[in-house]
C-alpha cells in the first residue's frame, strides 16, 4: 500500500460543530503532517507529528486539535470553527521528518 | 520563513517542451522537490534533487539546479493535456518544506 488515505472527502458543518477529519497510511512512514490549502495558493503546514508526538505546531488555533493514535492514523478534531476556515485540508507522510512527503487526496472542508 | 516564487501562469501547445521555474532564497536546502496538484486533487510528487546535483532526468522531466543563482527548473518534454495542473515547487529547509506560489500550466490543443 503506497498511498495516503483522506476521509471524508467533503466536510460541511456549521460554527457550532465538532466533527473529525482522519488520515491513514499503511506505508510504515513515522512522521505525519497536516496542511491547509485555500484555493490557488501553497499549502501551509499547520501540525507534524514524529513518531506519534506532536513536534511541530505552527501557531494553530486551539479550535483545531491534531490526535496521532498510533503511527499509521492521524486525526484533526474541529471545534467552534470559522467562516474562513473554509480550504482543503491536506495530509501528508514521509519516513521520517526528513525525508520526502506524499500527500494525501484531501478533505474539503465548507464552514457555514 | 523563506520566499519560494514561481511565475503564475504558463501556457503550452500540446507536443511542445513546458518549462517552470522557480526561484528559491535558503541556501541551505538540502533538497529541492516539484509537486503536481491537478483540479481538487492532492499534491502528487513528481521528482526532486539533491542539492549538490546540477541536473535530474526522470522520463519526460528534466530539473536543473543553478545553486549559485538559486534557480530551479523543471522541464517537461512532449506536454500532453493530462499535464495541465498546477505545479508547485518546494525547498526543504531542516524538517520543514516551504512551497512556492504554484505555477498554473495550461496545455492547448
Known amino acids: 500500500d503506497t498511498e495516503v488515505t483522506q476521509t471524508p472527502k467533503h466536510l460541511v458543518m456549521g460554527m457550532t460543530n465538532k466533527k473529525s477529519l482522519k488520515c491513514e497510511q499503511h506505508?510504515?512512514?513515522?512522521?505525519m503532517y497536516w496542511y491547509k490549502q485555500k484555493a490557488k495558493k501553497p499549502p501551509e503546514l499547520m501540525f507534524v507529528?514524529?513518531?506519534?508526538?506532536?513536534?511541530i505546531n505552527e501557531s494553530v488555533p486551539s479550535r483545531f486539535s491534531p490526535e496521532c493514535p498510533n503511527s499509521s492514523l492521524l486525526n484533526l478534531h474541529l471545534h467552534a470553527l470559522q467562516p474562513e476556515d473554509s480550504a482543503l485540508y491536506l495530509c501528508?507522510?514521509?519516513?521520517?521528518?526528513?525525508?520526502?512527503?506524499?500527500f494525501g487526496p484531501g478533505t474539503r472542508l465548507t464552514v457555514l | 520563513g523563506e520566499d519560494v516564487e514561481q511565475s503564475l501562469f504558463l501556457s503550452v501547445r500540446e507536443g511542445d517542451s513546458s518549462v517552470i521555474n522557480c526561484t528559491y532564497t535558503?541556501?541551505?536546502?538540502?533538497?529541492l522537490y516539484w509537486y503536481k496538484q491537478e483540479p481538487g486533487a492532492g499534491l502528487q510528487l513528481l521528482t526532486y534533487?539533491?542539492?549538490?546535483?546540477d541536473m535530474k532526468q526522470d522520463q519526460r522531466l528534466t530539473v536543473l539546479l543553478n545553486k549559485k543563482d538559486k534557480h530551479l527548473s523543471l522541464r517537461i518534454a512532449d506536454t500532453q493535456t493530462g499535464d495541465s495542473a498546477i505545479y508547485f515547487c518546494?525547498?526543504?529547509?531542516?524538517?520543514?518544506?516551504?512551497f512556492g506560489t504554484g505555477t498554473q500550466l495550461k496545455v492547448e490543443l
Open positions: 501528508a507522510s514521509s519516513q521520517d521528518r526528513w525525508g520526502e512527503q506524499f
Open positions: 506505508m510504515g512512514h513515522r512522521a
Open positions: 507529528y514524529s513518531y506519534e508526538k506532536l513536534s
Open positions: 535558503d541556501s541551505s536546502s538540502t533538497y
Open positions: 534533487i539533491f542539492s549538490n546535483m
Open positions: 518546494a525547498e526543504r529547509g531542516g524538517n520543514k518544506l516551504t
